[in-house]
């Protein structure tokens, strides 16, 4: 299960031989870490953008000042930090993909759950009737409507009728 299953990890107090049980994190701890850090590399990757225009506008100077090799220099620190951006956009989509993945999966297990209390109360409440006696409760009850009915027509009927006295 998701909520509160128990991961090992070696207890070192003991020399690593004893393991001892650390409760898993639940589904909303979990997306909640996931979406901080993805908070955090998107601002990584706001700040690497900007670096890259900076060297960019860097290199364009340097052309223009027929500076070569500064130009090249700052072309080279561009590459570098568009591969890091290449990086945190990597790891920007495993993130939502993780947290994509952890929703649908605590629906699952919410959906699973709900369904687990529906047969504990369907097994508690069909504990007490047997299929037979209902039927043999609905056939007596459908025999008491039927009297009722005849009873209410024929307290409904007049008496006399109104037609006959003319």
């Known amino acids: 299960s998701l909520v509160g299953s128990e991961m090992c990890i070696r207890d070192r107090s003991t020399g690593g031989l004893f393991k001892k049980a650390e409760r898993a994190p639940s589904p909303a701890e979990s997306i909640q870490k996931c979406r901080a850090t993805l908070e955090m590399l998107e601002k990584r990757q706001i700040h690497l953008d900007q670096k890259v225009e900076k060297e960019q506008q860097t290199a364009r100077k340097f052309v223009a000042a027929k500076n070569k090799k500064g130009a090249l220099m700052a072309l080279k620190r561009k590459k570098i930090y568009e591969s890091q951006a290449d990086k945190l956009n990597g790891a920007i989509f495993t993130l939502e993909q993780q947290i994509a993945t952890l929703e649908g999966a605590s629906v699952q297990f919410e959906t699973l759950n709900t369904m687990r209390m529906w047969q504990a ?10 299929v037979e006696a209902v039927e043999d409760m609905m056939d007596d009850v459908r025999d008491k409507l039927e009297v009722a009915n005849v009873i209410g027509d024929a307290i409904g009927t007049p008496l006399l009728d109104v037609a006959d006295e003319n």
């Open 121 to 130: 109360t369907m097994n508690h409440l069909n504990r007490n009737m047997e």
